[in-house]
């Protein structure tokens, strides 16, 4: 099974690619996105696109995971 990893960390990753591209333009133009869309992204104010994923190699998961308030017992 793959490391699930959050959006902070997607962030992380973004950060350090734009970082080898030089700056957001190189990488927002290789991967075929807007510079402006890319900052928004790495500020936190826009969430990552599939394409941008993409570019990182990464996809969106989704999953399940116990609700601790809920008193329900497995099984």
Do not use: C
Not at 31 to 46: D, I, Y
């Amino acid at each position: 099974m793959s490391e699930v990893i959050n959006v902070e960390a997607v962030r992380t990753v973004l950060r350090a690619a734009v970082e080898t591209a030089s700056s957001q333009q190189p990488f927002a133009q290789r991967a075929g996105l807007g510079q402006q869309f890319v900052s928004e992204v790495l500020r936190g104010t826009r969430p990552p696109s599939p394409r941008l994923l993409a570019a990182l190699g990464l996809v969106r998961v989704t999953g399940y995971a116990p609700d601790p308030a809920s008193r329900a017992r497995p099984g």
